[in-house]
């Protein structure tokens, strides 16, 4: 098979596609032909080595996919060969087979696009723990969105508007926010072209109820300020490359609930709020109520290209690899 590899650590045009053996399945396995990855930038972590776990090269990265199951392993009943699924690895996924846990594969709902339902993982059901079960979101409150044109954070804004909040994204171009109003935002804020913190309080003198940021850096502080006696403040990532320090006076003085995200740990310890919010999470998929937006795509060919991308920060909500199969 065709398949984007890495032999040795480094920039994203260490990866090269080659011809590569397809892997086989085992026991509790499905095989999936692969028709579209999406590109995050944990996938740059991991081909530069500097991820929170190594994966030894040669290897395959890709950690997002959908396809049709080609073929499965002894045990496996939740899915059968010809089912559209959709699922999330560690790496093998920039290639045109995978092989996974059977439980790390979804199947596509009816009517919905594969490549819809790929770049709908990680990011749509980050925002939705977070905003369902952590931030406890309830309808009319105040929502602030951080990085609110990537992948969480757009996911977040539109989640944040489907459960009924008013929300507001804060981005650093207005090619973001103008994509996040359209994902529902009601208020949107340049953080680089306004002080964020005075942006803030000139929209919601009287406090915001719930901040989500995947950011970090110096936005955390301004955005935490922000919030009203009683706020929540979930913090779910550090894509600008620093965690923040923040006062615990401003703790203190307003009762904020700083709170925190991480999804292994999240699967682990809330069984059940995963389940549940999954399956409402993949009815709003199912009845076109929420779809991830897919900001720029690239053939397997331009995998190095695509990295580069988002290691760039030029992503807008989804980056998607075009494998192969026929469009659905
Ligand atoms: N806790 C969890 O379980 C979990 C799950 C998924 C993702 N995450 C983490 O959440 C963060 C966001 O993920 P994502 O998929 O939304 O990422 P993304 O699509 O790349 O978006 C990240 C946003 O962060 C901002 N940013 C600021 N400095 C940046 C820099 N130096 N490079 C890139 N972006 C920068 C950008 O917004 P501006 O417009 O403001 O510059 C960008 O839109 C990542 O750190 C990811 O690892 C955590």
Same mark, same amino acid.
Do not use: C, K, S
């Given at each position: 098979m065709r398949a984007a590899v890495c032999r040795s650590y480094g920039p994203p045009d260490v990866v090269e596609v080659e011809e590569f053996p397809s892997p086989s399945v085992g026991d !509790?396995?499905?095989r999936v032909r692969v028709h579209a990855a999406v590109v995050n930038f944990p996938d740059v972590l991991l081909v530069a080595n500097k991820y929170q776990v190594s994966v030894p090269p040669p290897f395959v990265p890709g950690s @997002?996919? +959908?396809g049709v199951v080609e073929a499965v392993g002894g045990g496996v009943t939740n899915v059968a060969p010809g089912d559209r699924v959709f699922g999330t690895t560690l790496v093998g996924a920039f290639a045109e087979k995978v092989v996974v846990s059977a439980d790390g594969v979804t199947r596509v709902p009816a009517g919905v696009d @594969?490549?819809? =339902?790929a770049a709908f993982g990680v990011a749509h059901r980050t925002a939705f723990h977070v905003l369902r079960s952590v931030a406890r979101l309830r309808p009319e409150e105040e929502l602030v969105v951080l990085g609110a044109g990537g992948g969480v954070g757009l996911a977040a804004v539109q989640l944040g508007s489907v459960l009924g909040a008013a929300v507001t994204a804060v981005a650093s171009s207005a090619e973001k926010l103008d994509v996040a109003a359209s994902f529902g935002a009601t208020t949107v804020i340049n953080h680089h072209s306004s002080d964020l913190r005075k942006a803030l309080r000139g929209v919601h003198?009287? !406090?915001v109820d719930v901040v989500v940021d995947p950011? +970090? +850096?110096d936005l955390a502080e301004p955005a935490l300020r922000a919030l009203r006696w009683g706020g929540r403040f979930v913090t779910v990532g550090y894509a600008s490359g620093s965690i923040p320090r923040i006062p615990l006076n401003l703790v203190l003085l307003k009762g904020i609930h700083i709170l925190g995200f991480q999804f292994q740990q999240f699967a682990m310890h809330e069984p059940g709020d995963l389940r549940r919010n999954d399956g409402e999470l993949l009815e709003l998929l =199912?009845?076109?109520r929420v779809a991830p937006y897919i900001g720029a795509s690239f053939s397997l060919d331009d995998v190095a290209a695509a990295l580069q991308f988002v290691a760039d920060g030029r992503a807008i909500g989804k980056v998607v690899l075009d494998? +192969? !199969?026929p469009p659905t």
């Open positions: !509790g396995e499905v @997002e996919f +959908g @594969e490549r819809l =339902a003198p009287d !406090g950011v +970090g +850096g =199912a009845t076109h494998i +192969g !199969g």
